[in-house]
């Protein structure tokens, strides 16, 4: 085992100085006095002139010559970026790529979109004006020479600076010294910049290519997850909203006697729209069962009042919830008999036409009985139709049939004549 | 008809030369107008020209007195140049509050031709109507309508008192008194019975119109119309030599405050057509579909183009807004805007929820 040890470089030459001039700093007291400060040196020719102020300074631009910056350029042109990109993805997203009909609106509906329009927009704008500040300031910078003065620390709290750089072809630290005096600088002193190293640190270094690494897993999962299958249980990462403190209908509950989570209706009261009418009227026949088909206990005769309105009724009711399967004729052809049909399942018994004879010789409580609990595939539609607007249905369609199959007696005799003669 | 004041500074020359002629031009248009109505026998058009420019008129006030107090209350530094024309704008107030006294005696004295729900008759057959009669009557509506000129009076007099005295701003006194501060906030129960001018449709209800264009203190309309006729005023006054304190740095300032609150005045009303239109609820959606029909389009399309489109776009750069002439022609365009929304919302409603476009 060999070492070798390399000989340390000796150097003859004059040590390298390990910072060279960045420029100068003149401070004031006043932003009046750094404004003619700034107008001065600007006239005897200096172009790399800086301000810092603690606030913004009226007339700084002017007195430093500042060129009227681009950066508005560049918010409009994300603010537009934004409104157009916002308002093409939401009329391509839910016009063309995915049509879903809304509340009856027109699938591009300008008004609607309005809103995420405004917000991209404002967003871009907003994104553009912050990195546009950055790129055009050359940000964000690790270090700067200013950094190093002690003068200039207060400047974000009560003093105000100007600094040339060396840079500058004109630069001439003692004239900038003489200058600034004159228009009441406090004090004067020259910037030194580190140049014993300008590369970035290791630590820097090994932490940002981590910071990326890192950034890679939760992508690489996703697409993970998306391209394998689990049995795992998912998870609940919000526990308090899927499983909720609560119990809900046609459940247990140990907290009453009874066991039931639901309560039974205090005796003595009645619910809303809940008000005991005469059981024939609700039920459509007098025993205290359901009667067998021919039984005489049927009501014959619809129990309260056919008026016209109730007629009208009747049709629009027919025509909400009977009309999509028994069709609007009542000839068992609605839109869903038609469609079920097509479909071929097998499944679909078609309704019989209720101008059948076995409809029309039933008595009008079996009627009623029929549209209250169904019959056959038939659901009963006593939840969701009134037994009033049941009868008005059963009014209607005593009508309908009588379309199909009157006798010249039932119509009156004026009208009867002018059918003759219009046939 | 156009009886808006123009106040003048207090340089008795220029108010001679300039106030002398427009009162005489204002008064011969109204009287001209007057004596259109009675020959004509058409006192609604008369009546809604009436309301639509007294409310113009009382706006721009309204404006200029919310401009000052918030610059009492934030403390502002910058606007000490431009404030003293916001307090002569806004003691317009005053006399033009007056001019709301013909509509309230004609309510009195039985007229229906602008408000229907003073017709007994019509009341009786409108459910609504007869249900809101408790309140929505002429002796209540005259009370609620002074209401509001009792308040402003006192803030006036005080905002007059500041302009007066020529003590220097430091002294130790709240700039703006307390008592006008509440009096300020007080004007909020007037917004709901702003509204009920403007809209003269008692059937149609959101809340957002009263933000619009009800709320007499936090209105956008007005203080639009406030800061136009404030920069325009400012820009005049300037260039006859009469503010040379007032800088580019001022008229920037002013123009982003224009700039500012005429988007306000477009988010609100949008939002307010969005809502409606979103819910598609009948009774309201009926207010925006008639302003779209009977020759009222073409009114809200220009609305749409002169109060926002077209000045978003001309008044966004810098340069606009510190070049003189640019601001002054925006403001213009601005001020006249505001007018044809308050005709927009007025007209179509006046003697009834539905009235057609007349051109004349």
């Not at chain 1, 003149?26 to 800086?50: P, Y």
């Not at chain 2, 031709?113 to 409108?126: I, K, Q, R």
């Not at chain 2, 007018?339 to 007349?358: F, H, K, Q, T």
């Amino acid at each position: 085992m060999s070492t070798t040890v390399e000989p340390t470089p000796v150097t003859t030459d004059e040590p390298e100085p390990a910072s060279r001039l960045f420029g100068a700093i003149a401070i004031f007291e006043s932003a009046e006095k750094l404004l003619s400060a700034a107008t001065a040196l600007k006239q005897s020719g200096l172009t790399k002139l800086e301000a810092h102020t603690p606030y913004p300074v009226h007339g700084i631009d002017e007195a430093l010559r500042i060129a009227p910056t681009r950066l508005p350029w560049v918010v409009l042109a994300g603010a537009l970026i934004g409104a157009g990109g916002a308002f093409a993805m939401q009329h391509w997203m839910n016009g063309i790529d995915y049509p879903f009909l809304i509340s009856g609106k027109p699938l591009m509906s300008i008004p609607s979109s309005i809103p995420v329009t405004f917000e991209v927009a404002i967003l871009l704008a907003a994104f553009a004006a912050f990195f546009g500040v950055l790129l055009f300031n050359g940000l964000p910078r690790l270090a700067h020479p200013l950094f190093r003065t002690q003068v200039f620390r207060r400047v974000t709290s009560d003093q105000f600076a100007l600094v040339a750089e060396s840079d500058d072809p004109r630069f001439d630290e003692l004239r900038f010294g003489v200058i600034t005096t004159e228009h009441g600088a406090t004090s004067v002193e020259s910037i030194e910049q580190d140049v014993s190293s300008v590369a970035m640190p290791t630590l820097l270094k090994a932490a940002g290519v981590s910071l990326v690494a890192l950034a890679l897993i939760p992508p690489v999962l996703i697409a993970q997850a998306r391209a394998t299958t689990s049995e795992k249980p998912r998870i609940h990462p919000i526990q308090d909203m899927d499983f909720q403190a609560k119990f809900k209908a046609q459940t247990t509950s140990p907290f009453f006697d009874d066991g039931r989570a639901m309560r039974l209706q205090i005796s003595g009261t009645v619910a809303r729209g809940d008000m005991p009418i005469d059981p024939a009227i609700s039920t459509g026949y007098t025993s205290d069962a359901p009667p067998g088909p021919e039984s005489s206990q049927w009501l014959d005769s619809i129990p309260i009042s056919p008026t016209i309105e109730l007629m009208a009724r009747g049709r629009e009711r027919f025509n909400i919830f009977c009309a999509a399967c028994h069709g609007r004729g009542g000839d068992g052809d609605g839109i869903v008999t038609v469609r079920a049909l097509e479909l071929q399942q097998g499944t679909w018994v078609k309704p019989i036409s209720l101008h059948d004879r076995s409809v029309r010789d039933q008595p009008d409580g079996r009627l009623f009985n029929t549209i209250t609990n169904g019959v056959r595939k038939m659901p009963g539609y006593a939840s969701q139709i009134k037994p009033e607007d049941r009868w008005a249905i059963v009014l209607y369609l005593r009508a309908l049939q009588s379309s199909r199959n009157a006798q010249p007696a039932d119509v009156p005799a004026d009208v009867l004549e002018t059918l003759r003669e219009t046939n | 008809m156009s009886h808006a004041l123009h106040p003048a500074p207090h340089s008795e020359a220029f108010s001679g030369k300039v106030a002398g002629p427009l009162r005489s031009v204002g008064l011969g248009c109204l009287v001209v107008a007057a004596l259109i109505a009675i020959v004509s026998g058409n006192a609604t058009e008369f009546w809604s020209a009436w309301l639509h420019n007294w409310l113009f008129s009382i706006t721009v006030g309204l404006g200029a007195l919310l401009f000052v107090a918030i610059q009492h209350l934030t403390k502002a530094g910058w606007s000490v140049v431009v404030r003293r024309v916001a307090e002569c704008l806004s003691v317009t107030i005053g006399p033009i509050a007056w001019l709301a006294v013909p509509i309230l005696v004609a309510l009195l004295a039985d007229s229906h031709s602008l408000f229907m729900w003073n017709d007994a008759a019509h009341v009786m057959e409108d459910p609504i109507l007869s249900g809101k009669a408790a309140w929505l009557n002429a002796p209540f509506f005259v009370i609620r309508t002074c209401d509001l000129p009792r308040h402003l009076v006192v803030v006036c007099a005080a905002v007059l008192r500041g302009f007066c005295s020529r003590r220097p701003q430091r002294r130790r006194r709240p700039a703006f008194p307390p008592a006008c501060q509440k009096r300020t906030t007080a004007h909020r129960s007037w917004c709901d019975h702003h509204t009920r001018i403007i809209r003269l449709d008692h059937v149609t209800r959101s809340a957002l119109v009263q933000l619009h264009s009800g709320y007499p203190i936090c209105s956008p309309s007005a203080m639009v119309a406030g800061l136009a006729a404030l920069t325009l005023v400012v820009l005049g006054l300037r260039k006859i030599g009469l503010l040379p304190q007032v800088t580019v740095e001022h008229l920037h300032d002013l123009g982003k405050l224009l700039y500012g609150f005429n988007c306000f005045w477009a988010y609100i009303a949008f939002s307010q057509y969005l809502l409606i239109w979103y819910a598609n609820i009948p009774e309201e959606t009926g207010w925006f579909y008639h302003r779209q029909i009977h020759g009222w389009a073409e009114v809200s399309l220009v609305l749409v183009a002169l109060h926002f489109v077209l000045p978003f776009f001309g008044l966004m750069s810098r340069g606009a807004k510190r070049h003189a002439p640019t601001l002054a022609f925006w403001s213009v365009i601005i001020l006249v805007a505001n007018w044809i929304d308050l005709y927009w919302l007025i007209m179509p409603s006046v003697a009834g929820p539905e009235r057609p476009r007349r051109d004349w």
